[in-house]
């Protein structure tokens, strides 16, 4: 298989020496699916060689190990052990240090990681990882769209890896299934005319932008999962459950990447957290007051802290003519960004906090703020920073 060249990262067999031989492991990852799927990755891995370890997700992390701890951040360049996100996913590294430290790591984690963080499967670093998922039959790539239920209509309606006018209402996505009439069980043609419905209605929306075109691409063609390998129907749903989680419920999230055999309480809880966060980001955009201004288009909402992240990178794969996308939620005082390259917006957000009087968080291609009061000033801060 053909991969893009990637961005180095920390070497491998560096860091699994490290922490071989660490007495307590500290891993703190990003609040986003790949820096979680890396997490899980790495904690599987210590726990099979008995190396006690602690694993947290914060929006900013910061690496603090007492004594002879290890601390790896994960998702953020911080610290000495850091598995950076860039071009190459944190997940993939994560994955090569848990083959150094000589266990086997389950890929199918690893690729959802790969998924969530824009990336796709075979490229940017992870086409051991594919192969790996092939050779033992874990994953195989077929037709139609990447969600990770069974019901497709309650898939489609809150997945957040696309923007159709129906997203975040199931009934109306069952009617528009309906008018394809698709078989109970759907061969190949069925999942390619799911395909088409969705590529099509994503595309042709009347607020559609130029780039969503392309941005629903990563929801197509999925990779399927073998119901031996993986809680969900397919990689792609299961980023963007990982996605989800990562902000709506972090807990259930890092439960979920530690268990090579999640039970049917955990799976239920994470769909229900991703269904949640999902129609609530669709509902927000629902109602939106957009402003375009120069190099980004602000939407002003009103949704909860844990989806205005999910509302900013919708916004911008699907909706924004501008490189950079905000979701502004005046009653919260919350503000988050999100680019279609690395422009720097963790920083951007850090400077406009601390000119408007605030926290600011984030790293190249997203972030955040947070004021007490009125957050137009920190708006302005931000686009002046940008």
């Given at each position: 298989?053909?991969?893009?060249t990637?961005?180095?990262?920390?070497?491998?067999?560096?860091?699994?020496?490290?922490?071989?031989?660490?007495?307590?492991?500290?891993l703190?990852?990003?609040d986003?699916?790949?820096?979680l799927?890396?997490?899980?990755?790495?904690?599987?891995?210590?726990r099979e060689?008995?190396?006690?370890?602690?694993?947290r997700i914060?929006?900013?992390p910061?690496t603090?190990?007492?004594?002879?701890d290890?601390a790896v951040?994960?998702?953020a360049?911080?610290?000495?052990?850091?598995?950076p996100?860039?071009?190459?996913?944190a997940?993939?590294?994560?994955?090569?240090?848990a083959r150094?430290?000589?266990?086997?790591?389950?890929?199918?984690?690893a690729?959802a990681?790969?998924?969530?963080?824009?990336s796709?499967?075979?490229?940017?670093?992870?086409?051991?990882v594919?192969?790996?998922?092939?050779?033992?039959?874990?994953?195989?790539?077929?037709?139609g769209?990447?969600v990770p239920?069974?019901?497709?209509?309650d898939?489609?309606?809150?997945?957040?890896l696309l923007?159709?006018?129906y997203?975040?209402?199931v009934?109306?996505t069952?009617?528009?299934?309906?008018a394809?009439d698709?078989?109970?069980?759907?061969?190949?043609?069925?999942?390619?005319r799911?395909?088409?419905l969705?590529?099509?209605d994503?595309?042709?929306?009347?607020?559609?932008?130029?780039?969503?075109?392309?941005?629903?691409e990563?929801?197509?063609?999925?990779?399927a999962?073998?119901?031996?390998a993986?809680?969900f129907e397919?990689v792609?749903?299961?980023?963007?459950v990982?996605?989800?989680?990562?902000?709506?419920?972090?807990?259930?999230?890092?439960?979920?990447?530690?268990?090579?055999?999640?039970g049917?309480?955990?799976?239920t809880?994470?769909?229900?957290a991703?269904?949640?966060?999902?129609?609530?980001?669709?509902?927000?955009l629902?109602?939106?007051?957009?402003?375009?201004?120069?190099?980004?288009?602000?939407?002003?909402v009103?949704?909860?802290?844990?989806?205005?992240?999910?509302v900013?990178?919708i916004?911008?794969?699907?909706?924004?003519?501008?490189?950079?996308?905000?979701?502004?939620d005046?009653?919260?005082?919350?503000?988050?960004?999100a680019?279609?390259?690395?422009?720097g917006?963790g920083?951007?957000?850090?400077?406009?906090?601390?000119?408007?009087?605030?926290?600011?968080?984030?790293?190249?291609?997203?972030?955040?703020?947070?004021v007490?009061?009125d957050?137009?000033?920190?708006?302005a801060?931000?686009?002046?920073?940008l």
């Amino acid at each position: 298989m053909t991969e893009t060249t990637a961005e180095p990262g920390p070497a491998p067999d560096a860091l699994a020496s490290v922490l071989a031989d660490a007495p307590f492991v500290r891993l703190v990852a990003t609040d986003d699916g790949d820096a979680l799927a890396a997490a899980g990755t790495l904690a599987r891995a210590l726990r099979e060689r008995a190396v006690p370890f602690q694993v947290r997700i914060a929006r900013d992390p910061v690496t603090d190990a007492a004594g002879d701890d290890v601390a790896v951040a994960l998702g953020a360049d911080r610290g000495p052990h850091a598995i950076p996100a860039g071009r190459r996913p944190a997940s993939t590294t994560a994955f090569a240090v848990a083959r150094e430290l000589g266990v086997d790591p389950d890929p199918v984690i690893a690729l959802a990681g790969v998924v969530a963080a824009g990336s796709v499967p075979g490229t940017d670093g992870s086409g051991d990882v594919l192969e790996a998922a092939e050779r033992v039959g874990a994953v195989t790539r077929r037709p139609g769209v990447a969600v990770p239920t069974a019901d497709l209509a309650d898939g489609i309606a809150a997945s957040t890896l696309l923007r159709t006018p129906y997203s975040g209402d199931v009934e109306a996505t069952r009617a528009a299934l309906a008018a394809l009439d698709l078989p109970a069980e759907l061969d190949e043609d069925a999942h390619r005319r799911l395909a088409s419905l969705v590529a099509v209605d994503v595309a042709g929306a009347e607020d559609a932008s130029t780039r969503s075109a392309s941005a629903v691409e990563r929801a197509l063609r999925p990779y399927a999962i073998d119901s031996s390998a993986g809680p969900f129907e397919t990689v792609g749903g299961h980023a963007d459950v990982l996605e989800a989680l990562a902000r709506e419920e972090p807990g259930t999230g890092v439960a979920l990447a530690l268990a090579a055999d999640p039970g049917d309480g955990l799976r239920t809880a994470a769909v229900d957290a991703w269904r949640s966060h999902g129609t609530a980001a669709h509902r927000a955009l629902d109602d939106a007051t957009t402003g375009r201004y120069d190099g980004c288009l602000v939407a002003r909402v009103d949704a909860p802290a844990s989806t205005l992240p999910t509302v900013a990178r919708i916004l911008r794969d699907f909706r924004s003519p501008e490189p950079v996308a905000i979701g502004l939620d005046e009653s919260s005082g919350r503000i988050a960004a999100a680019a279609t390259e690395d422009r720097g917006i963790g920083d951007a957000c850090r400077s406009a906090a601390n000119e408007a009087g605030g926290d600011g968080w984030g790293g190249g291609t997203r972030g955040g703020i947070a004021v007490d009061g009125d957050p137009t000033d920190a708006l302005a801060a931000i686009r002046g920073a940008l």
